[in-house]
């Protein structure tokens, strides 16, 4: 997943990234676990006076641990779909874009204290504001938050994590906000703060 915020310059990043991450002594392969380093790796290497990423995105359901396991999601939508035409489904498809239109972006903005270094939006096709919350509940779950708080207007929280492979240790701290837009309907901004490191 690198070249997430270079891809929008011009330059990506041609870089092997991440297969896992160990947390804890525990060994993570997922989407979560390749999306955070690489991220941090590339504005560590491209805007290494930033102190600070914000991420946002619109979001009308809440987060719970269900969201671990984006294959569960994937299970329900299939048995959903049984029994239904490829045409039935392409239709209720495109009805439902044409309504609703394409899932938002995420907004992500870098800042050297307070000073903004650069404000964009994240390539769709790496993730969007349905994809988002898969993202945003690992470092929830990593950094040992209950579930109970993980809907609270402000929590926080902080990890660390190892790549062996490419001998990088990153440490993350957190605050996730979430602000009311309309009536179901809220921003959810995940504030970072971060450090990458070589292992010795």
């Not at 991440?18 to 504005?43: C, H, M, Q």
């Not at 209720?92 to 044409?98: K, V």
């Not at 404000?119 to 349905?130: F, S």
């Not at 990593?142 to 579930?147: F, K, L, R």
């Amino acid at each position: 997943m690198s070249g997430l915020i270079s891809r929008r310059q011009g330059h990506p990043d041609s870089r092997p990234g991440p297969k896992s991450l160990y947390i804890d002594g525990i060994r993570y392969t997922n989407a979560a676990a390749k999306f955070w380093p690489s991220l941090l790796d590339e504005v560590s290497d491209d805007f290494p006076d930033c102190t600070r990423i914000e991420l946002c995105a619109p979001a009308s359901g809440l987060l719970n641990r269900d969201l671990l396991f984006p294959e569960l999601a994937l299970e329900a939508d299939i048995r959903a779909m049984q029994g239904r035409s490829v045409r039935e489904l392409m239709k209720d498809t495109l009805a439902e874009l044409e309504l609703l239109g394409p899932p938002a972006a995420v907004q992500v903005r870098l800042l050297a204290r307070e000073k903004e270094c650069l404000a964009t939006e994240l390539p769709p096709d790496c993730v969007d504001a349905e994809t988002f919350p898969f993202l945003v509940v690992w470092p929830l779950e990593w950094a040992g938050v209950p579930e109970t708080a993980w809907n609270d207007a402000s929590v926080e929280g902080e990890f660390s994590g190892e790549d062996k492979r490419r001998g990088s240790i990153y440490g993350l701290s957190f605050r996730l906000t979430i602000t009311p837009i309309s009536e179901g309907l809220h921003r959810r901004c995940l504030s970072v703060t971060h450090t990458v490191a070589m292992l010795a």
